[in-house]
């Protein structure tokens, strides 16, 4: 004899209760407040020094001073225009060739601009027109 298969929708699912689910928070709360408290007994114990976040060094740069990154990042930025310059005359032309499919009567912007400033944006890791 074959089984009728059993109809899951039709079984009521359990509901935790507001208070079972206090109490887990709590047990947890618990829990990470006595794992921080070794991690403090375990630093104090080795004499371990923790730099706060406001005043750990930031190694990334390679900088001596201001003036020195302001350069850099003047010579980087020149060669980055010098590029475009050289790239731009090319894309224009090519983004010209894409038929636009908008009604002309409503159009207010040429699609190369708007092909440009979404290129642009994309490169750039812009997540909004704002940040633009």
């Given at each position: 004899?074959?089984?009728?298969p059993v109809?899951?929708?039709s079984?009521?699912k359990f509901?935790?209760s507001?208070?079972?689910?206090?109490?887990?928070?709590t047990?947890l709360?618990?829990?990470?407040?006595?794992?921080?408290?070794l991690?403090?007994?375990?630093?104090?114990?080795t004499q371990s020094?923790?730099?706060p976040?406001?005043?750990?060094r930031?190694a990334?740069?390679?900088y001596?001073?201001i003036?020195?990154?302001a350069a850099d990042?003047s010579?980087k930025?020149?060669s980055q225009?010098?590029?475009?310059?050289s790239?731009?005359?090319?894309?224009i032309?090519?983004?010209?060739?894409?038929?636009?499919?908008?009604?002309a009567?409503?159009?207010?912007?040429?699609l190369?601009?708007?092909?440009?400033?979404g290129?642009l944006?994309?490169?750039?890791?812009?997540s909004?027109?704002?940040m633009a």
């Amino acid at each position: 004899m074959r089984s009728q298969p059993v109809n899951t929708a039709s079984i009521p699912k359990f509901k935790e209760s507001i208070y079972f689910r206090q109490s887990k928070q709590t047990e947890l709360k618990a829990k990470i407040e006595a794992s921080h408290q070794l991690i403090h007994e375990h630093h104090i114990e080795t004499q371990s020094l923790i730099a706060p976040r406001t005043q750990a060094r930031n190694a990334k740069q390679s900088y001596r001073s201001i003036e020195e990154m302001a350069a850099d990042r003047s010579d980087k930025l020149s060669s980055q225009i010098q590029a475009w310059r050289s790239v731009l005359p090319i894309l224009i032309k090519r983004f010209s060739k894409i038929h636009d499919p908008r009604r002309a009567q409503s159009v207010k912007h040429k699609l190369v601009v708007i092909m440009l400033y979404g290129l642009l944006a994309f490169i750039f890791r812009l997540s909004s027109r704002r940040m633009a």
